[in-house]
């Protein structure tokens, strides 16, 4: 390992549209692309925050991985799920190869690092973390008592999902203020090769207020004075930004990162209504009101398949043998899967418009499939509309998100910006999130393995 130091700024769904086509308006991101090279991020699939961030620290695709979202089946049980926590993530992080070659990391809220584990160097842990006293957050254990003496107590996520918005945009404000506090400290008081950070509030103020700055959502409101919030939140994370590469130092290579991108929801799809229409779910009292596919009175003998919602649909089939009773004679299975794909992307949108709906086969899309995976993944209309998990609402089609006021879906292009003080790396290249990790390995001088899939951040070659 050389003796360069990284500085790795995570922004949770920070699209290009924002970073890059109003970087006038952020003038430190701005500075970074005009001396680095820079370009739109191709998210992970799916493009969601757990498992995207690990697969941007191991260098390992979901399948790889084992994660698929946030929560999973356990095993073929209808009703057993578990949530993805750092223990679901046994594969070697960045961090681990600094510190086997000697180096010390400091890592602030990286999604999922709850419980916080054992690191060479520091660890606070991120938005997952359960609220309340009486549990540790930090690595070493003794850390998180010496942040809040110094600055009080640390925000790890605020509540968005409310109608407040007010209330949303305080606590965005301090949560960040905080954070950044904290790692103004750290950034001086612990010793670090690799600082590595991710601020969950860009991820909040596109869900709450996407409605407001985008003149082109459904639910826009001209003239509402909350239409600035987001540029205003940007401006704000800029200039702290700044301030922290300052405090790095001019030799610190700075990567500027997203783990997907946002855009406008379109509304909510009531996935399992439409099951149910087709004659895929079978089920023993029709729901008069909203209700949850947990709470669902389903007749599992003549139930083919059913989903979870989310910003993209998982969608489990019935199989005779696997789940407990099942209904799809195993050797139907792909047949039918055929068949309920072929469904799926013929969904049409409210007006009857086209959708442009991907449906992923897990076994046919990645190179290696761990851990509990759905039989199929549904992205409606490119991601515009939910996938949404409750039914009864007398009509497939929401406005809104069906678990609260949400305003903004996930996006399959995030961004990175790359400062190399060493030079050699400018203009203008779209990358992969697989990338960051071998690039971030290759800046520190350490080898990049094998297995992983990306490729070193380099200007793109001409001929």
């Not at 697969?55 to 994660?67: F, K």
């Not at 110094?150 to 301090?174: H, K, N």
């Not at 290579?253 to 099951?275: I, P, Q, T, Y």
């Amino acid at each position: 390992m050389n003796d360069r130091k990284v500085l790795v700024v995570g922004l949770d769904c920070a699209p290009p549209e924002i970073v890059f086509d109003r970087r006038d308006e952020l003038p430190v991101l701005k500075g970074l692309m005009e001396k680095g090279l820079w370009g739109k991020l191709r998210s992970s699939d799916p493009p969601i925050t757990i498992p995207a961030w690990m697969v941007m620290a191991t260098g390992l695709d979901p399948g790889r991985l084992g994660l698929y979202g946030f929560r999973h089946r356990k095993g073929y049980s209808y009703d057993g799920m578990w949530i993805a926590n750092s223990k679901a993530v046994r594969a070697k992080k960045l961090w681990d190869y600094v510190g086997e070659a000697g180096g010390a990391s400091t890592l602030v809220s990286i999604p999922p690092s709850y419980p916080p584990y054992a690191v060479a160097g520091n660890l606070i842990s991120c938005f997952i973390t359960p609220p309340g006293p009486g549990k540790e957050t930090t690595y070493p254990p003794g850390l998180m008592a010496e942040i809040e003496e110094r600055f009080g107590p640390y925000i790890f996520d605020v509540v968005f999902r409310t109608e407040d918005r007010a209330q949303i945009l305080r606590e965005i404000y301090a949560m960040t203020e905080k954070r950044f506090e904290v790692m103004d400290w750290l950034m001086t008081a612990k010793p670090w090769n690799l600082f590595m950070f991710v601020e969950i509030g860009v991820d909040r103020v596109h869900h709450a207020f996407w409605k407001y700055m985008d003149k082109d959502h459904h639910l826009h409101e001209p003239g509402n004075p909350l239409e600035g919030a987001i540029i205003a939140y940007y401006k704000f994370l800029d200039e702290r930004i700044g301030r922290l590469m300052a405090k790095a130092g001019e030799g610190t290579a700075v990567l500027v990162v997203s783990d997907h991108g946002a855009k406008r929801m379109k509304g909510a799809f009531c996935v399992n209504e439409w099951l149910i229409d087709k004659g895929w779910l079978a089920v023993k009292e029709r729901p008069s009101k909203p209700t949850s596919i947990d709470d669902l009175a389903i007749d599992w003998e003549k139930t083919r398949a059913w989903a979870w919602g989310g910003y993209y649909a998982r969608v489990f089939l019935n199989v005779e043998g696997r789940e407990p009773k099942g209904a799809i004679p195993p050797e139907d299975y792909e047949k039918v899967r055929d068949e309920l794909l072929a469904d799926l992307e013929a969904v049409r949108g409210p007006a009857g418009e086209t959708w442009a709906t991907k449906v992923i086969k897990p076994q046919e899309f990645y190179e290696v499939l761990e851990g509990e995976y759905p039989d199929l993944m549904v992205y409606f209309d490119d991601l515009y509309w939910r996938s949404a998990g409750t039914l009864g609402h007398g009509t497939m089609f929401l406005p809104e998100n069906d678990t609260g006021p949400d305003d903004a879906v996930h996006a399959q292009q995030g961004i990175y910006i790359l400062a190399d003080p060493k030079g050699g790396r400018t203009g203008r290249r779209d990358a992969d999130i697989l990338d960051v990790a071998p690039t971030v390995l290759d800046l520190m001088g350490l080898d990049v393995p094998r297995e992983m899939k990306g490729r070193v951040l380099r200007p793109a070659t001409k001929g």
